[in-house]
């Protein structure tokens, strides 16, 4: 899966922008500010529809503009996918090859790119809802039904907070909402824990690579129950959460409390681990989904937004033969680092740009 040509409308900083994009290694290079993260911002986009700096669709469109447009070819195979959104601050609207698409899980198996940006750093010493969303977005595009169970869970979760908000809240009502949240947890809980068998599979060989030596990196799921009488034990939990629930007027107990942490060498590495090991994990994390994809034509467009910062040569050597064995990737840096990569330049005006080579 690869995108072989961009064109951005007043997307962000970007009046009027054509790009063709190299099959493998992209190196978009540029001063701080310059916009780089602006153009991998839009490649992400195409993935899921969103930015993952922003919930305000406004702020994509750049000011003095009434819209925005991306608008992208998209290959796998033999399959050419010509993928438009229009951006407006009421909303967006998506086509493939001129037709509406009405639904975001449709897009997201179109396109499927995998992020590492800097704030992802952090992760292991964030807040638990930053694993959680890392969890819900790999695997929302790995399965529809996962898609659309977490939708479930987060509506019927929204509308029991609602309740216990309530001047007099309805006791019936909530039980019947408690019901419906463990009926849809169950399957959410299902999936989550077979995901994290499946990245522990390949975290220990993404995370050696990166440090160039043997590793063993494991994520330690904390799951909502661990008794395998899922419903029973879930009814007991809310149960004994109610009446604080009732106080504090918000569901305190569910899987969107779900939490996992990453194991270095066994020692939790956000407790134990420098910041340059929760870089290295953080960095393995995200690239890890990529290699669970056996089928070459699949494999998702890796967007790397800064992954060279505060790395030092050994390790940014490390992480550049791990990039060149990927199949497309966008790498945003201050200088060109890998031999071969075709080079990005965005101080070229923010008009239409072309194509550079560096070595091969």
């Given at each position: 899966?690869?995108?072989t040509?961009?064109?951005l409308?007043?997307f962000?900083?970007?009046?009027?922008?054509v790009?063709?994009?190299?099959?493998?290694?992209n190196?978009?290079?540029?001063?701080?500010?310059?916009g780089?993260?602006?153009?991998?911002e839009?490649i992400?986009?195409?993935?899921?529809?969103?930015?993952?700096?922003?919930?305000?669709?406004?702020?994509?469109?750049?000011?003095?503009?009434?819209?925005?447009?991306?608008?992208?070819?998209?290959?796998?195979?033999?399959?050419?996918?010509?993928?438009?959104?229009?951006?407006?601050?009421?909303?967006?609207?998506?086509?493939?090859?001129?037709?509406?698409?009405?639904?975001?899980?449709e897009?997201?198996?179109?396109v499927?790119?995998?992020?590492?940006?800097?704030?992802?750093?952090?992760?292991?010493?964030?807040?638990?809802?930053?694993?959680?969303?890392?969890?819900?977005?790999?695997?929302?595009?790995?399965?529809?039904d996962?898609?659309?169970?977490?939708?479930?869970?987060n509506?019927?979760?929204?509308?029991?907070?609602a309740a216990?908000?309530?001047?007099e809240p309805?006791?019936?009502?909530?039980?019947?909402?408690?019901?419906?949240l463990?009926?849809?947890?169950?399957?959410?809980?299902?999936?989550?824990?077979?995901?994290?068998?499946?990245l522990?599979?390949?975290?220990?060989?993404?995370?050696?690579?990166?440090?160039?030596?043997q590793?063993?990196?494991a994520?330690?799921?904390?799951?909502?129950?661990?008794?395998?009488?899922?419903?029973?034990?879930?009814k007991?939990?809310?149960?004994?959460?109610?009446?604080?629930?009732?106080?504090h007027?918000?569901?305190?107990?569910?899987?969107?409390?779900?939490?996992?942490?990453?194991?270095?060498?066994?020692?939790?590495?956000?407790?134990?681990?420098?910041?340059?090991?929760n870089?290295?994990?953080?960095?393995?994390?995200?690239?890890?989904?990529?290699?669970?994809?056996?089928?070459p034509?699949?494999?998702?467009?890796?967007?790397?937004?800064?992954?060279y910062?505060?790395?030092?040569?050994?390790?940014?050597?490390r992480?550049?033969?791990l990039?060149?064995?990927?199949?497309?990737?966008?790498?945003?840096?201050?200088?060109a680092?890998i031999?071969?990569?075709?080079?990005?330049?965005?101080?070229?005006?923010?008009?239409?740009?072309?194509?550079?080579?560096?070595?091969?």
């Open positions: 899966m690869i995108v040509h961009l064109e409308q007043d962000r900083s970007y009046p009027s922008t790009l063709d994009f190299a099959p493998e290694t190196i978009v290079i540029g001063a701080n500010g310059s780089k993260t602006n153009l991998v839009a992400y986009y195409l993935s899921l529809g969103k930015s993952w700096r922003t919930n305000d669709t406004s702020a994509l469109i750049r000011r003095g503009a009434s819209f925005a447009l991306v608008r992208a070819d998209v290959r796998e195979e033999e399959l050419h996918r010509l993928i438009e959104i229009l951006i407006t601050p009421q909303g967006r609207k998506i086509s493939l090859n001129g037709k509406p698409i009405r639904r975001l899980s897009l997201s198996c179109l499927n790119v995998v992020l590492f940006a800097p704030e992802d750093t952090g992760i292991f010493k964030g807040s638990p809802s930053e694993r959680r969303n890392f969890l819900d977005i790999s695997l929302s595009k790995q399965s529809l996962y898609f659309s169970l977490i939708g479930k869970y509506r019927l979760l929204q509308e029991r907070n216990l908000k309530s001047q309805d006791k019936t009502y909530l039980e019947v909402l408690t019901d419906q463990i009926e849809v947890s169950e399957p959410i809980a299902h999936y989550r824990g077979i995901y994290i068998d499946e522990n599979r390949v975290l220990s060989p993404v995370t050696s690579r990166l440090y160039g030596n590793r063993v990196a994520l330690q799921y904390r799951p909502f129950i661990k008794n395998p009488d899922f419903k029973a034990a879930a007991k939990a809310y149960h004994r959460a109610f009446e604080s629930d009732l106080y007027k918000v569901t305190s107990v569910g899987i969107h409390r779900e939490d996992f942490s990453l194991l270095l060498e066994g020692k939790d590495v956000a407790v134990y681990g420098s910041q340059g090991e870089r290295l994990a953080s960095i393995a994390l995200k690239l890890t989904p990529y290699f669970l994809i056996e089928n034509a699949k494999k998702p467009i890796a967007v790397l937004d800064d992954i910062s505060e790395l030092d040569a050994f390790h940014a050597e992480l550049s033969e990039i060149q064995s990927l199949g497309q990737v966008f790498v945003t840096t201050t200088e680092t031999p071969g990569a075709a080079t990005i330049d965005v101080a070229m005006h923010h008009a239409t740009r072309r194509i550079e080579k560096n070595g091969r």
